[in-house]
């Protein structure tokens, strides 16, 4: 299939399959892009916040999240655990589930079709994607939308 431009009807920036699933993706829009950096950043001060409350000096799980890269909602979940100690079973619940609103966020705006037989690709059933699907999809728009530093290093470099 040839390339598409960005603003052309259509557009995905790749495919991607997943047990036998192909899903059209594409990187987030700049607004999405903002409001995927806004959750991202309440979710990690609301865990600092949450650690306080719970009588756990907050220090070490600051700097674990100073060195995760944009999009990597799993890694806040993997610090907060390991920085957390025993925190009841419901705060536990609540930031797992604020971690997958996130990772549906991106999805929504990140997959654009799919050949999922008898379900139209929206909004509302990118939702109903498993949980592993949703991690896999959403690392791979938040891929095709950050520079890596590499890419950022040689946009910069000169000509």
């Not at 997943?18 to 999405?32: C, H, K, N, Q, V």
């Not at 944009?70 to 920085?83: F, K, L, N, Q, S």
Request: hydrophobic share 40%; aromatic share 6%.
């Amino acid at each position: 299939m040839p390339i598409k431009l960005k603003c052309d009807e259509g557009y995905f920036s790749r495919k991607v399959s997943y047990e036998g699933t192909t899903f059209s993706i594409r990187e987030l829009d700049d607004e999405a892009e903002e409001g995927l950096k806004k959750l991202e950043a309440q979710l990690k001060e609301d865990a600092e916040k949450t650690l306080q409350e719970h009588g756990i000096d907050p220090a070490a799980l600051r700097a674990k999240l100073a060195q995760i890269p944009p999009g990597d909602i799993e890694a806040i979940g993997v610090a907060m655990e390991e920085c957390g100690g025993e925190l009841p079973l419901d705060v536990e619940f609540e930031f797992k589930n604020r971690r997958k609103a996130i990772l549906v966020f991106t999805c929504q705006h990140g997959v654009v079709g799919w050949d999922i037989t008898g379900h139209e690709c929206t909004p509302e059933n990118v939702e109903q994607l498993p949980n592993w699907v949703l991690k896999a999809l959403s690392k791979e728009i938040i891929k095709d939308t950050v520079l890596s530093d590499s890419d950022a290093a040689f946009l910069a470099a000169p000509q």
